[in-house]
């Protein structure tokens, strides 16, 4: 059983996704927040796995609540997913940066959320490759040095694992990425995980942060992604 905290200031907004999630027989909401601390409070005492997190909340944003999570070693197995009124704004980036496992818009249909907490849940980042481009070119592409991380920091990695990094940076799966190199998709999920675990990534999504923050994979202009 999956077990989801969600967290709105708005009660309505809770109330409805409550209801969708105990809907589904392997999901189970343990707690309800209104705000980012009552959120991480929750995470913590219910031992979550999901925080399904909103951005806009009063005394702490789910910014600060999110790097709270995902900072402390007490709620590794932790993961936030912002649902976000816009799916790309200028909040989500610095939510990925914040250690968030992805982001999904308050518009989607009911059957994609559920489905995203189980995303999540299981460790991939729920980033498609259209949003992971468009997250790309408009903040990556004006990167702020004093965040840049040094590219000296993925000197621990073989060659194959850089590899399987920049695509995973590109937006790629991992049965994308095992067509490209032509290998199965459990080497490349065993080649994601030694990555995480030596670069200390908490998920997928930061991998996505860290190979354009080295450096690895270089932003496209934002005239060619549009």
């Known amino acids: 059983m999956i077990?989801?905290?969600i967290a709105d200031d708005q009660p309505v907004v809770r109330a409805g996704f409550a209801t969708l999630v105990r809907s589904a027989p392997d999901l189970a909401v343990v707690g309800e927040a209104r705000t980012?601390?009552?959120?991480v409070a929750l995470a913590r005492s219910e031992r979550a796995?999901?925080?399904l997190m909103d951005i806009r909340m009063p005394e702490l944003d789910g910014l600060g609540a999110t790097r709270l999570i995902t900072a402390d070693d007490d709620l590794a197995g932790v993961h936030v997913l912002i649902l976000t009124t816009f799916e790309i704004d200028e909040y989500?980036?610095?939510a990925l940066r914040n250690g968030a496992s992805g982001f999904l818009g308050k518009s989607a249909e009911p059957e994609q959320l559920l489905d995203a907490i189980r995303v999540v849940h299981r460790g991939d980042a729920l980033l498609?490759?259209?949003a992971t481009r468009s997250l790309i070119s408009r903040f990556l592409s004006r990167p702020d040095p004093a965040r840049?991380?040094?590219p000296a920091r993925l000197g621990a990695l073989t060659e194959r694992e850089r590899e399987v990094l920049a695509l995973?940076?590109?937006g790629l799966s991992n049965d994308d990425i095992a067509d490209r190199l032509v290998v199965s998709p459990h080497t490349v999920k065993t080649h994601v995980n030694r990555t995480m675990a030596k670069l200390g990534a908490h998920d997928r999504a930061?991998?996505?942060v860290i190979a354009y923050e080295t450096g690895l994979v270089v932003p496209p202009s934002a005239d060619k992604v549009r």
Do not use: N
């Not at 980012?36 to 959120?39: K, S």
């Open 36 to 39: 980012g601390a009552e959120a």
């Open 168 to 170: 995973v940076g590109a």
């Open 148 to 150: 840049l991380i040094p």
């Open 128 to 130: 498609t490759p259209a």
């Open 3 to 5: 077990r989801v905290v």
């Open 92 to 94: 989500v980036f610095a």
């Open 49 to 51: 796995d999901v925080v």
């Open 206 to 208: 930061q991998l996505v």
